[in-house]
């Protein structure tokens, strides 16, 4: 199968042409969100009629990070060089389903192309990749070191003193960071497809 | 008593950083049983090429190094108060070099101290013993597969699971199969039988420090562990959850003494990533197994 290679910013055209079981390489900035990253953006984000002054700057930096951008849920072992340079020591990424009640009106607002975690997402998630051109891409579970010798820079990092380290947003720079779609912009889900084979087959056994 | 952090720390990095032989031995297994070029070998080779690199350079092989549950051995006379001292001072040094990521929470404040230490993390179980020598038994239990755990209070009229061996295998296999790959199949299934809501818990986990070849003392247990790993791999889910041969490495089960009104079956879950690792302390002589 080819492997499709992505880079920051990536076109609704570009993402629209990836079907589920497509291999992609992917290039450029991406921004880590995990479950108190998810809770902060509905709180403080979405739910009020303003965004209070001091998130401001967050807001700001996310929405340009995240037009045709990508998120990826992971909480890494970080160290930091004596120069004060972050690194990524460690860093698969997360079990997603947990952002599924949010993950959709995080994909809409910001215009998020690609959402990279592990284990899949449910159906609201699967809607707003097909009704807002965006695909859900699954990277190795637990493959932590592998994967952060495709991270070649950390650029920022927010919310690290509120939400801890695992859970701030960190801005990195990754060069042909390996993931498969398993949620495509067509409305098809490999997870949704797994989970109903293994139920038949269950059925078989019990 | 002895100056035994550094044996802790060197335990600790061990662990997070260096895959058992017999976990690494069976992934391996796994990848020559899938077929060739499927996601599920190119997955299983992912998995193993991380093993090596976490290895050679000593870093976390998951970013998620869990909450470390230690089970201390120790012969008469031994202070536990410094025991305990001592392994959290490892904890938090261990923390500082980044072999392990600061994963404790304060579940109402949200505050992460950065250190792994709180009144209740690290966990401890301590155990005198009539030996001469220290032991103690790591394990770092990720978060991703302690959420796919499950336990069911049998009779279950869904699964039309009874309070009999039968019973505990059609839980088992809804478990696996409610799993599907969220919990980074292949994965390890630690099952316990009976027990109160909590013991039972902590019976099935305790499964996760047998060795993966073990025979199960009862022959009954020991053909239900055969049975149940062979079944589970029928489901198709795979390492990951991409479909596959693989789903499960193995199954280990275990009993415990129940009440007339409870009969508890709990199956948590070990991601590929088994994290466990073993520090003997003799005669003034450490060494890590």
Known sequence: MATVELHTPITEEAIRALHVGDQVRLYGTIVTARDAAHKYMKDTFFRGPAIPEGEQAVYDRLRALWRDGVMYHCGPVVSRDTDGRWRFVSAGPTTSIREEPYEADVIAHFGLRAVIGKGGMGPKTLSACQQHGAVYLHAIGGAATLIASYVKEVLDVFKKDELGVPEAFWVIRVEGFPVVVTMDAHGVSLHEQMYEASRQRLAALL | ?289
């Open chain 2, 1 to 289: 008593m002895d100056h035994l952090v550094p044996h802790f720390i060197e335990l600790i990095r061990r662990a997070a950083t260096d895959l058992p032989a017999d976990i690494e031995a069976a992934l391996r297994r796994a990848r020559a049983e899938e077929e060739e070029g499927s996601a599920a070998q190119t997955t299983l080779d992912s998995i193993l090429e991380n093993v090596r690199l976490s290895r050679e350079r000593s870093t976390p092989i998951c970013q998620d190094t869990g909450t470390p549950i230690f089970y201390v051995y120790y012969p008469t006379g031994w202070s536990t108060l410094e025991l305990k001292r001592q392994i959290r001072e490892a904890v938090a040094e261990a923390t500082a070099r980044s072999y392990l990521r600061p994963n404790s929470v304060d579940p109402l404040t949200g505050k992460n101290p950065g250190t792994n230490l709180g009144d209740d993390f690290p966990y401890f179980h301590f155990e005198e013993w009539e030996e001469d020598y220290l032991k103690v038994d790591l394990m770092l239990k990720g978060g991703g597969c302690e959420n796919v755990g499950a336990q069911y209070s049998l009779p279950d009229g869904r699964l039309d699971a009874n309070r009999d061996l039968e019973g505990v295998r059609r839980a088992v296999l809804d478990a696996v199969q409610q799993a599907q790959g969220m919990g980074c199949a292949p994965a390890v299934i630690g099952v316990a039988v009976g027990g109160d809501r909590a013991s039972s818990y902590i019976k099935s986990k305790e499964q996760f420090y047998r060795p993966l070849d073990d025979t199960n003392p009862d022959p009954k247990l020991a053909e239900l562990e055969a049975r149940l790993t062979r079944e589970a791999n029928t489901l198709g889910i795979g390492p990951m959850g991409f479909g596959g041969k693989t789903t499960v490495l193995t199954v280990k089960i275990d009993t415990l003494e129940r009440l007339p009104a409870s009969y508890f079956v709990t199956a948590s879950y070990m991601c590929w990533a088994d994290r466990r690792r073993t520090l003997i302390y003799r005669d003034g002589k450490a060494t890590i197994e």
